[in-house]
């Protein structure tokens, strides 16, 4: 059965592959554009259309019939996807009630309502992908879909902050592919027999582009990395401004030193931290007014999962049940692990109200808030909340909904709680919450010398607080902040280890990332959190001020920029909920303290410990050059070998390459045209009115000692162009020898 099975496949794909490679095709260039949206569509989306995808492209592959046969199976198969993804839940039907329309009409509506948000977007997602598919099938149709995915690929890379180089990478060499499979499309139809003959021996052509292939790309990743003779306009017009332009081929900027590579970007609130690293320039254009009671760092997002490269949202938080329907001046709950969250009655709680008024047109995905959002008093002058506005309440984010009919607002008023840092009652805390130090103590498998030195640096503490406080000193005074780290000087595959003890230096994310790790390995529940520092007040409302009298949390108009931009961490505390630590130099939290207590932070004495540098333990697996010096020797050995065993079979595999379907006769006549381009540039002329005989007699009497050679040529021409017969292939090899001889004696 089954090879009955594999015969049938085998037999539709040699009649529409072609067809099947379109949707394949198509699948991946809307993957790689999809991807773009990050931060705009849900999680939940994401895996949707993906999962749809695979699932349409697996259909076209695998069922046999026209396409309006099989549109069912698509629709199943996506509201298939819909239902997986979506948290739908089977209701049973109103059996008692089940002769009333409006009792079928609600339950109708309440299993629909997990599927109303994803519905419309995959649905229009999946019609693109069919469509695509089915008419993106002919040359100008293929250029026209691949080049417009490519162009606003590409224009979305050069003028926002979303990084999509590996995508436009990716769909460049899909429609690479897509074109070649169209142009062997058009040489099946155009020469059937050819064709069959062709794929009769795919290993004797394969074989030798493979080897061209993996010498052409041996040599590309082995090349020297050098800047670029001649500039694009676009980067000549940024440079007049006296801004910089990105320069990424592939990995080779890490070979670039950190004193003349280019910055990787500007500051600015990230959209993507699940790969972490390399540099950017400050710019300090203004992101938001705050007008506060207090300063703070505004708090935009936490994420749990640590990949060994950056951070992502947990598995717990993509699933998190969100709150909506707020309500101005309404209480936001708390949870902890699906369960409200409880502060311990000692624990003191200062309010802060801020205003924030935005500077930018860009939208966020979050609004900003001092710690943890309390209450939402208004947005644009307004106490109606917009009823997509989400609450957050285990990961504290107030998630702004991502549509053109619910704007970006441009002010609003949220009050939140900060919980007054008492040392001595966080000290005394008890265990975490089990269910809370399993999800935020989860590490990736981290190389053996970073668990080592979280040992070493919490050896001897016996409580949590101090653990903490012992990294972040360890941090702060052994590690210098710069925001162009020589990435160079990276070798290990993990983005902390490759900080702690080869680049041993950076900005925010590197050592807010660090503490992260470190804590997690201490087994301290951390999670990381992004957002902006205070940002700058008016410098007038300085002058003239004794320094003994300046309160450095005092409320009032703060100006936040790009530059302002930051990362940190926040560890649980039972009984005290998420307290914000500060590992960046330079950086210090804005801690509220008890009621007639303003104590100073004391950081912890490692000056015995000091920076780990030794090189040696795991650093991650990578290639080392020589590894790729030796594929690169072992293929043009490879090719020469194979080039050897096939002397006697090139020459013609070369003919049949190079003339393709041409018959006999009409390789002659190609050739013969081929000689009389090459007499015109050695200064044989040939006049327009000229019969190929006349000017044969001509071009002898010239050179008489070709004379015989081309009577010769043009007897085989005239007898495959005239003849009406086929020649025989020892005619056109004999005539390819003549031909040569002539060439090369002129």
């Known amino acids: 059965m089954l090879d009955r099975w594999e015969e049938e496949f085998l037999r539709r794909f040699s009649r529409h592959g072609y067809e099947m490679l379109c949707f394949l095709f198509a699948a991946v260039l809307l993957w790689q554009w999809f991807d773009s949206l990050e931060g705009y569509w849900w999680p939940q989306t994401f895996a949707i259309v993906h999962t749809a995808l695979v699932a349409g492209t697996a259909i076209e592959f695998l069922?046999?019939?026209?396409?309006?046969?099989?549109?069912?199976?698509?629709?199943?198969a996506l509201l298939a996807c819909v239902m997986a993804w979506s948290g739908f839940r089977w209701i049973p039907v109103p059996s008692e009630e089940w002769k009333v329309a409006a009792a079928w009409g609600d339950w109708l509506a309440e299993i629909a309502e997990p599927l109303a948000p994803f519905i419309g977007v995959s649905a229009a997602a999946y019609g693109l992908f069919l469509f695509a598919g089915r008419f993106s099938r002919k040359r100008p149709q293929v250029a026209l879909f691949c080049g417009a995915v490519i162009v606003?690929?590409?224009?979305?890379?050069?003028f926002t902050t979303i990084y999509l180089w590996d995508e436009v990478a990716w769909c460049v060499f899909v429609s690479l592919c897509w074109l070649v499979a169209e142009h062997f499309e058009r040489f099946r139809r155009s020469h059937p027999d050819t064709w069959v003959e062709l794929i009769e021996y795919p290993v004797s052509f394969g074989l030798p582009v493979a080897a061209i292939l993996g010498l052409v790309m041996t040599a590309g990743l082995l090349a020297p990395s050098v800047n670029p003779v001649l500039k694009d306009p676009y980067t000549l017009w940024m440079e007049a401004r006296g801004e910089s332009v990105p320069s990424f081929v592939g990995d080779k900027v890490r070979s670039l030193p950190s004193s003349i590579r280019e910055l990787?970007?500007?500051s600015g609130y990230s959209r993507a931290d699940d790969r972490l690293g390399d540099g950017f320039e400050f710019d300090y254009s203004e992101v938001m007014v705050v007008n506060t009671s207090r300063r703070s760092y505004w708090r935009g997002e936490a994420k749990a999962e640590y990949t060994g490269q950056g951070w992502v949202d947990s598995e717990e938080e993509q699933t998190e049940a969100a709150v909506s329907g707020l309500e101005a001046g309404g209480f936001l709950p708390r949870a902890l692990a699906g369960e409200p969250l409880e502060l311990s009655p000692d624990v003191e709680r200062i309010s802060v109200v801020a205003t924030v008024t935005m500077r930018r047109d860009d939208p966020y995905p979050v609004l900003f808030?001092?710690?943890?959002?309390?209450?939402?008093?208004?947005?644009?002058?307004?106490?109606?909340?917009?009823?997509?506005?989400?609450?957050?309440?285990?990961?504290a984010e107030l998630r702004w909904p991502r549509s053109d009919s619910t704007p970006y607002p441009e002010t609003y008023v949220i009050e939140s709680e900060q919980v007054a840092l008492d040392e001595e009652l966080l000290r005394g805390a008890g265990p975490p919450d089990p269910r809370v130090a399993e999800r935020y103590t989860r590490l990736p498998s981290v190389p053996e010398r970073v668990l080592q030195l979280a040992g070493e640096l919490t050896a001897g503490a016996d409580n949590d607080y101090d653990k903490v406080r012992r990294i972040e000193a360890y941090l702060k005074e052994n590690y210098p902040y710069t925001n162009t780290p020589d990435i160079s000087k990276r070798r290990s595959e993990d983005f902390v280890d490759g900080f702690l003890f080869e680049v041993r230096e950076g900005y925010c994310d590197y050592f807010s990332t660090a503490m992260a790790v470190l804590a997690r390995a201490s087994g301290v529940p951390v999670r990381w959190v992004k957002g902006y520092a205070p940002g700058s007040l008016p410098a007038e409302l300085f002058m003239g001020m004794p320094e003994d009298v300046i309160d450095p949390n005092m409320g009032g108009s703060y100006t936040v920029r790009n530059a302002d931009a930051h990362s940190w961490v926040e560890v649980y505390f039972e009984g005290f909920g998420w307290i914000p630590f500060e590992p960046t130099p330079g950086f210090s939290y804005p801690y509220a303290y008890p009621a007639g207590e303003t104590p100073e932070i004391v950081l912890p004495d490692l000056s015995d410990i000091g920076p780990v540098v030794e090189s040696g333990g795991e650093t991650g697996f990578r290639i080392p050059a020589y590894v790729g010096y030796a594929a690169g020797a072992l293929a043009a050995a490879a090719a020469a070998v194979w080039i050897w065993l096939k002397r006697e079979s090139i020459p013609p595999l070369w003919r049949r390459i190079r003339f393709g379907a041409m018959s006999a006769n009409e390789q002659i006549v190609h050739e013969t045209e081929r000689l009389i381009r090459i007499c015109r540039r050695r200064g044989l002329e040939r006049s327009e009115h000229e019969t190929l005989r006349e000017t044969i007699r001509r071009w002898s009497e010239r050179r008489r000692s070709l004379a015989e050679d081309f009577q010769e040529v043009l007897a085989l021409f005239e007898r495959a162009k005239y003849g009406g017969r086929p020649v025989a292939d020892e005619d056109v090899r004999r005539f390819a020898a003549k031909v040569k001889l002539i060439r090369e004696r002129l």
């Open 63 to 76: 069922v046999p019939g026209r396409l309006r046969w099989r549109l069912p199976l698509h629709a199943i």
């Open 152 to 158: 606003s690929l590409a224009v979305l890379d050069s």
């Open 264 to 266: 990787d970007t500007r």
């Open 369 to 395: 808030g001092a710690h943890q959002a309390a209450k939402i008093q208004s947005i644009d002058g307004e106490e109606t909340i917009p009823p997509a506005l989400a609450w957050l309440p285990e990961s």
